[in-house]
Each structure stands twice: as structure tokens, then as C-alpha cells.
């Protein structure tokens, strides 16, 4: 099963700023998601990075707001820009091919002040 | 559109009792069904799986669920509980495209 390495752990930040996440995976993976999680709530997907492709957004998430950078198989970043306090969350990078189980990064808890 | 539905906000067991985690799925075409465990401060770990075959599914750390067609359930079980399991539980439908649903989750409390 792939380790996934997601950086930093948490941060508290200043509205208006932008912070870039990092997730490093120990082996090739295509599928890469980023979720945002409320603590001891159910996760809502970002966006599907998929190398060699744009990210794939989901409904009330932009790239404007939420770009993401895929540059090879085992990297990527989320950066959070221009930040409000409505963007404290967890945010969880994750892979896992088709029909196969997801794993998942221990999560960027964000606390915007 | 696929979803997944968990009735239960938290289940509370005694150790050494028998538990069910309950989860119960909508999905067009054959489901692609997973189990996760979240311990606090930790991204999601996968317990088990069902893509097809056997309608008892054994997985990690003693667990097992049971994939009803006809219920278009999965319930996620175990035979003796642990206060380690104490945890929060997913559980998650995958369609073709490798897209996740998961359910709200489900608090497990075993005490003592």
C-alpha cells in the first residue's frame, strides 16, 4: 500500500494569505484527490489530480481559489489562497486507482485567524 | 449519482461484545464498497473491500462486513470488540471513474 507524506501537519495562518500543502507518495500513482474534512465529519472532495491532465474540480471549488500543481506521479501541492476563516479545515491528499482502496495522508489541519 | 447513507451517529459497545456498523448504499451498476477507520489526528485507513465474489468479507484488525444485494447494504462487523477500536468509521462507494462517496460516519465507543 502506498505511504503518503503530507506537509506541513497543521498551520495557523492570517486571512488573505495563501498556504501551499505538499503530498509526497512512495510510489507511482495516477488517481490523486484532495479532500477538506470538518473534524468528526464525513470528507468532501476538492479536486481529482491526475498527472499529464488539468485538475478536475468539484461543484463550489475553484482553481482560482484552489489551484493545484501535479507535476509527476508521486507529487503534488494544493495551495489555499487568499484565505478566510471559513477555510479552517483538515485537508487530506489521497490515492488509489480504480476499484482499489484510497489511501490517505494524515492531514493539514488549517486554522485561519 | 451515487451516495451512502450511515443511520448511525455513534454505536456504543461493551469490550467483548459483538459490533455492527451499519451503512447502506445507492449506486447504478455494480458497487465498488470500502470500510475505513479514522483515528483522531490521522488521515483515513482502509479496513476492507468488496468488488465482487464472497458476500462475507474478512479485513483488517478482525473485522469483516456483509454485502446484501437486495438490502444494498454493507455492514461492517465484529465478532468480539476491542477499546482500541474505538474510532471513527467510513464507509465509501467507488464509482468506475475511481470517484469516492463516503457516508457522514459513524463514532464506535467500546468501553471498558
Known amino acids: 500500500s502506498a505511504v503518503i507524506s503530507q506537509k506541513p501537519s497543521r498551520d495557523i495562518c492570517q486571512r488573505g494569505t495563501s498556504l501551499t500543502i505538499q503530498c509526497q507518495v512512495d510510489?507511482?500513482?495516477?488517481?490523486m484527490f484532495w479532500y477538506r474534512q470538518q473534524p468528526g465529519q464525513s470528507l468532501t472532495l476538492i479536486a481529482t489530480?491526475?498527472?499529464?491532465?488539468?485538475?478536475?474540480?468539484e461543484s463550489g471549488f475553484v482553481i482560482d481559489k484552489f489551484p493545484i500543481s501535479r507535476p509527476n506521479l508521486t507529487f503534488s501541492t494544493l495551495t489555499v489562497s487568499n484565505m478566510s476563516p471559513e477555510d479552517s479545515s483538515i485537508y487530506l491528499c489521497?490515492?488509489?486507482?480504480?476499484?482499489?482502496?484510497?489511501?490517505f495522508g494524515d492531514g493539514t489541519r488549517l486554522s485561519i485567524l | 449519482a451515487q451516495s451512502v447513507a450511515q443511520p448511525e451517529d455513534q454505536v456504543n459497545v461493551a469490550e467483548g461484545n459483538p459490533l455492527t456498523v451499519k451503512c447502506t448504499y445507492s449506486v447504478s451498476g455494480n458497487p465498488y464498497l470500502f470500510w475505513y477507520v479514522q483515528y483522531p489526528n490521522r488521515g483515513l485507513q482502509f479496513l476492507l473491500k468488496y468488488i465482487t465474489g464472497d458476500n462475507l468479507v474478512k479485513g483488517s484488525y478482525g473485522f469483516e462486513a456483509e454485502f446484501n444485494k437486495s438490502q444494498t447494504s454493507f455492514h461492517l462487523k465484529k465478532p468480539s470488540a476491542l477499546v482500541s477500536d474505538s474510532a471513527l468509521y467510513f464507509c465509501a462507494v467507488r464509482d468506475g471513474a475511481g470517484k469516492s462517496t463516503f457516508g457522514d460516519g459513524t463514532t464506535l465507543t467500546v468501553k471498558p
Open positions: 489530480a491526475n498527472q499529464g491532465s488539468e485538475a478536475t474540480y
Open positions: 489521497s490515492v488509489g486507482n480504480r476499484n482499489q482502496p484510497q489511501h
Open positions: 510510489s507511482q500513482v495516477t488517481m
